[in-house]
């Protein structure tokens, strides 16, 4: 702002601290005065242009709010005062919002740290946590992270989406999206796995979105991210640890608490620690078409995540095994293309080997050119469907 640019890097300073100190916001009256005591004297146009500037500062996101409040951006990312990032559904790209120096972006950064309720400073250096407006936050502080303060902010779905939309997005074609609707209908219990950003919970929200208005749904999420148009939604959201130590709400302690609040799908946002056992265990008595979101590079690779998370949470490998056998019907599996699109890979159902361990076979898989064809596990897919209905 070329009326703000009047004032130096050093005078803004002082009267960014002037402001702190007394508790003031930054109006144009009291930044006149801040600005005369320290002997600069400005037009009314440079002291409104620092008293904005300074009001960014003060509130909300500050310069990344524009990017905040577009609709196409998913993701903002900052990596110290040079760099900024947006996604909007086609990969990174950067764009020309800079900060004053790494000073701005900790301010920032701490800012928004404290509106998640969170504390950020050199003894916790990093944070995760939710804003009031629904972005997801994770900032780490410099020295930790070298380029200096490092900023990740998630944008949730403003909606959910139909299934119609997410073919017409190129993410699944309509024979898939008829089997995903089949899925639902049968109750079969299942889980969406892909990287980050590849669009999990897009997808698992659309799905959500198609159960029945007459069954309960009760989901528990590390951070509330799943907002499905559905009229019986229940969300219980897991809480870290406050500064004292205490107070740490766990995803295993909600996933407890949920099956004794009559669900009809239990849905865990994202299966990541010691949670495995109890939803495994709720699947298996009798909690039909639960689902959820894991992390893994492929629907292949679900087995092995879970028994890496069951294992640690202290089941032996076989046990794990047994469990999902039993307890998960399908996979479905999500990737990010070059183009930035993001595309159902394929379903794969769960079946048991000679050695009673569980891996995952595909049944539909999507080529390239958006063909769907069968694979090895379509009858066992078309054998759940029909007993199920």
């Not at 919002?97 to 928004?112: G, K, Q, S």
């Not at 969300?235 to 009809?264: F, K, S």
């Not at 087995?303 to 998960?328: D, F, K, Y």
């Not at 394929?346 to 064809?373: C, I, K």
């Amino acid at each position: 702002m070329p009326a703000a640019a009047a004032v130096s890097p050093t005078m803004l300073e002082g009267v960014r601290a002037d402001l702190a100190a007394h508790g003031d916001r930054p109006t144009p009256a009291r930044v006149a005065q801040a600005l005369r005591a320290r002997g600069a004297l400005l037009g009314d146009a440079a002291v409104l242009a620092v008293a904005e500037a300074l009001g960014r500062e003060f509130a909300g996101a500050g310069l990344l709010a524009p990017l905040l409040a577009d609709a196409s951006v998913t993701d903002v990312l900052v990596h110290g005062p040079e760099q900024v990032y947006v996604d909007r559904g086609e990969g990174l790209e950067p764009v020309a919002i800079r900060f004053a120096d790494e000073a701005a972006v900790r301010r920032l950064a701490t800012r928004l740290a404290a509106l998640a309720g969170r504390r950020l400073d050199d003894a916790t250096p990093f944070v995760d946590g939710r804003l009031p407006t629904g972005e997801r936050l994770h900032a780490v502080l410099a020295p930790v992270s070298r380029e200096g303060t490092a900023i990740s902010l998630r944008v949730p779905a403003r909606r959910a989406f139909t299934l119609d939309e997410l073919v017409a997005a190129g993410t699944l074609t309509d024979e898939l999206a008829g089997v995903l609707r089949d899925m639902i209908g049968a109750k079969l219990a299942f889980l969406v796995c892909g990287g980050t950003g590849c669009g999990k919970t897009t997808l698992l929200t659309t799905l959500l979105s198609l159960m029945p208005a007459t069954e309960r749904l009760v989901v528990v999420e590390d951070s509330a991210e799943l907002a499905p148009r559905h009229p019986h939604v229940v969300h219980l959201e897991a809480r870290p640890a406050n500064a004292e130590g205490v107070g740490e709400i766990t995803l295993r302690m909600l996933v407890r608490q949920a099956l004794r609040m009559r669900p009809d799908r239990l849905v865990v946002g994202e299966v990541r620690g010691a949670e495995v056992v109890d939803l495994l265990a709720a699947l298996n008595t009798g909690h039909e078409g639960g689902c959820g979101t894991v992390h893994a590079n492929g629907s292949v690779d679900v087995p092995a995540r879970l028994e890496a998370l069951g294992v640690a949470a202290g089941l032996n490998r076989s046990a794990v095994h047994s469990q999902l056998a039993a307890a998960v019907d399908a996979v479905i599996a999500l990737t990010r293309g070059r183009d930035g699109v993001r595309r159902v890979a394929d379903v794969s159902v769960l079946e048991t080997d000679t050695a009673g361990l569980v891996r995952a076979v595909p049944a539909l898989v999507a080529e390239p050119d958006g063909q769907l064809q069968l694979a090895a596990g379509a009858a066992r897919l078309e054998r759940l469907l029909l007993r199920r209905r």
